[in-house]
């Protein structure tokens, strides 16, 4: 949201990586891709659960800025204070922009840009990390998508995702993959494809 001061004022510094108090905050660039960490427009995957927060579209109140530092430093969330809680214990959600690409062994398609939310558990750099067995995950995807992991807005990642290592599908390739209803165990993470696929 590139107005975003001008409704809830500026945080201390801006782009800054200093959380905000009450609603203050910073703007986005408004293009509405949600990307990296930037000089000009810092933490843009924090600000966006911060406007929608301050906007009244979601419940809570978020820091606007990441958890941390590391490698990725803008893909650091955590959990109830710069992401929002999922309803299932121990689980959330993280956002931000995926770039083309022509194949990703993670992932089971050909990925087009675009902005993904991750629902999982806390996971390095996302919430990419197991929380639902795959029946729940299909009763999810049946109800929003098309009740296939391997396409559609609504996917999991494939098991060989070293970022989840979620084991949720029947098998890897894409034309044939199905939820696998025999595990019980928690082996899925979802990923909710948002806008600009």
Known sequence: ??????????ASSCPGSSASTGT????????????????????EYFRFWQHMANAGLIEGNYSGVA????????QLPIIGTNVPRGRISSTGYSVFYALAVTADGQLFFKQPSGNIVFFGSLLGNSTAGDAIAPEEAWNIDTKL???????GVVTTPTSSN??????????????TAA???????????????????
Do not use: I
Not at 1 to 10: L, V
Not at 145 to 151: E, F, H, V
Not at 179 to 188: A, F, I
């Open 162 to 175: 070293s970022n989840g290592g979620t084991d949720c599908a029947t098998t890897n390739v894409a034309s």
């Open 24 to 43: 203050l905050t910073c703007d986005g660039d408004g293009n509405g891709l949600l990307t990296p960490h930037t000089a000009t427009y810092g933490n």
């Open 67 to 74: 958890g941390g530092s590391g490698a990725y430093p803008e």
């Open 145 to 151: 998508d098309d009740a296939l992991p391997a396409s």
């Open 179 to 197: 939820y696998d209803l025999s595990k019980t165990t928690k082996s899925c993470s979802l990923q909710f494809w948002a806008f600009g696929r």
């Open 1 to 10: 949201m590139n107005n975003a001061t001008k409704f809830w004022g500026a």
